[in-house]
């Protein structure tokens, strides 16, 4: 009888281990599909039409003030304090939920000078005024209408669920990332961390083109590259160009240097770190029988380290000053560097990458994730948010084109049309819930409730 009742202790045991077990998933998966179904309906309800309008009315940058105005009435009827014409156009809205971090989250909101051609039903007819007085057609060419879209939705959650974390929540709506002067370093400069408070961590994410529309991605090193816009300026002596002895010619001059510079990557940087030098354009002369007096040649160089970045623009300024010497121009008017801009790298924290990555491993499942590497090199103004105070962050990646998109250009043999292109598009539905749930998620991780 001991016998037999000892094994229907153990029998019992080992039924109430088993349900434990599955109990604790069980209820995991439950929050899990309750979380992705009310961003789904969220979408349906609305998020689907808000996308749709700001597609359709893009803005340029600096420039964005209808769709500032319509970011801040989205923001304060969710009741979040909200802060307008920053930078020109830009948003902050906080949210206060007891004692915690101070977490950012940042969406950029302006559109290209681009004509649309993607066929899409809601496509853009928007000509606008730049900053500058020009006129240009308006697209949201870069996928910046999913990422100011998500921001509503992920504060919508956030706002509704304020059982779920604490913390103060701080969203932003930049302006001009696509213009020559940062508009995150024009947000910075209007002192937003003295006003706000520095935030504890910052978040930010941007739709792939390139990615499957609706996975995640979030790299534990550089999320993008810095970039550096700079011009090359060769002086030369006039001349006719029937006598090219009485002068020294600055387009020869600036051909040499124009080669030359392409030794750096090949014979300078190590062949496993990343790094790109082009010259994009090359100005010189005004008549072809007239040896000119300047030529002057503008680059965009990329790097994935502060390291590789000094070496880069160092080893450009050597080339450039000694054929300068080797061609017989004169001490006082050797070729030089004039700096365009450029942003830094934007550079993952990776250990809180590695938080984000399990949090939504854990719940949003294995299957949201994709593994990805980065095939250019395109730069973000981000971290200028980030580097000073240096505050970890993490810039990751959402998926934005369908598996019949991509396999209907394979098909063609053709490439998938990239950033920036007329006939970008995205497909919002996946890539606006998974914008959402990967903020939520990030956001809960990071400001657990206490």
């Known amino acids: 009888m001991k016998i037999m009742a000892h094994r229907m202790n153990l029998a019992l045991r080992m039924l109430f281990m088993s349900l434990c077990f599955w109990a604790v998933p069980s209820f995991a998966v439950a929050a899990e599909d309750a979380l992705k179904q009310e961003v789904t309906a969220l979408y349906d309800q609305s998020l689907d039409q808000l996308f749709k309008h700001f597609h359709a009315n893009p803005e340029l940058s600096f420039v964005e003030v209808k769709t500032a105005a319509r970011m801040a009435e989205e923001l304060s009827a969710l009741g979040y304090e909200v802060h307008t014409g920053i930078a020109k156009t830009g948003v902050v809205a906080l949210l206060r939920n007891g004692a915690g971090p101070l977490v950012m989250m940042r969406a950029d909101m302006d559109a290209l000078p681009v004509k649309e051609r993607s066929g899409l039903p809601y496509a853009s007819q928007v000509i606008q005024e730049n900053l500058e007085g020009q006129h240009f057609p308006v697209m949201h060419a870069c996928g910046h209408d999913v990422h100011i879209t998500s921001l509503i939705g992920t504060a919508r959650i956030m706002a509704a669920h304020k059982e779920t974390w604490s913390g103060t929540l701080m969203l932003i709506a ?207 103004d981000f971290p200028f948010f980030t580097q000073e105070p240096v505050i970890p962050s993490v810039y990751f990646s959402v998926g934005g084109t369908s598996q019949a998109r991509f396999a209907a250009f394979e098909a063609k043999g053709q490439s998938l049309p990239s950033h920036h292109s007329p006939l970008f598009q995205i497909e919002p539905r996946p890539a606006v819930i998974s914008g959402v749930l990967g903020t939520v998620v990030a956001l809960r991780s990071l400001m657990q409730n206490r």
Not at 175 to 197: L, V
Not at 235 to 254: E, K, L, T, W, Y
């Open 174 to 380: 930049q302006p001009a990332e696509e213009w020559k002067d940062s508009g995150a370093a024009a947000m910075r400069a209007a002192g937003i961390w003295e006003r706000f408070g520095t935030p504890d961590f910052a978040l930010g994410f941007h739709v792939a083109a390139d990615i499957e529309a609706g996975k995640l991605f979030a790299s534990r090193g550089a999320a993008y590259s810095a970039v550096d816009s700079l011009d090359i300026v060769v002086p030369g002596i006039g001349a006719h160009g029937a006598s090219p002895h009485r002068g020294r010619d600055p387009i020869v001059i600036g051909a040499q240097i124009v080669m030359a510079l392409q030794t750096i990557v090949a014979r300078e940087v190590s062949p496993r770190e990343p790094a790109v030098v082009t010259v994009g354009v090359f100005r010189a002369g005004n008549k072809r029988n007239v040896i000119g007096e300047e030529a002057r040649l503008e680059l965009t160089v990329r790097s994935d380290s502060g390291q590789t970045r000094t070496q880069l623009l160092a080893a450009i300024e050597r080339i450039a000053v000694n054929i300068g010497r080797a061609g017989g121009l004169p001490e006082s008017q050797l070729p030089y560097l004039e700096l365009k801009g450029g942003v830094p790298v934007t550079e993952n924290n990776a250990d809180l990458a590695s938080q984000v990555l399990k949090a939504w491993s854990d719940e949003l499942g294995e299957d949201i994730l994709v593994a990805y590497e980065r095939e250019g090199m395109g730069g973000e």
